[in-house]
Nanobody, 114 residues
Framework: QVQLVESGGGLVQAGGSLRLSCAAS????????MAWYRQAPGKQRELVAL???????NYADSVKGRFTISRDNAKNTGYLQMNSLEPEDTAVYYC????????WGQGTQVTVSS
């Protein structure tokens, strides 16, 4: 079946950068939209960024100009480059793709210290 595995999370100081990866198996990333969501404890999951098969992107207002979503077709992996991180970015980050239903990875924890 389809499997998504996020990685790249960790602890970073405010103003720092992280690159999250979403390694896919059982599907081809280039043929489907991919999105990144995040969820902080006690809060609803929110959309962070979306990339379509044609390369169009969409970002939450809170991350626009700081985050960049991309994919590497050769590696069958999606990415979320996060720059100028803020404490408000602290959350578990998940990637998702749609094939008949939505598939989700386990998530990777991002913690930004003030």
């Amino acid at each position: 079946q389809v499997q998504l595995v996020e990685s790249g999370g960790g602890l970073v100081q405010a103003g720092g950068s992280l690159r999250l990866s979403c390694a896919a198996s059982g599907m081809t990333v280039s043929t489907r939209n991919m999105a990144w969501y995040r969820q902080a404890p006690g809060k609803q999951r929110e959309l962070v960024a979306l990339i379509t098969v044609s390369g169009n992107t969409n970002y939450a207002d809170s991350v626009k100009g700081r985050f960049t979503i991309s994919r590497d077709n050769a590696k069958n992996t999606g990415y979320l480059q996060m720059n100028s991180l803020e404490p408000e970015d602290t959350a578990v980050y998940y990637c998702t793709v749609f094939l008949v239903k939505y598939y989700w990875g386990q998530g990777t924890q991002v913690t930004v210290s003030s």
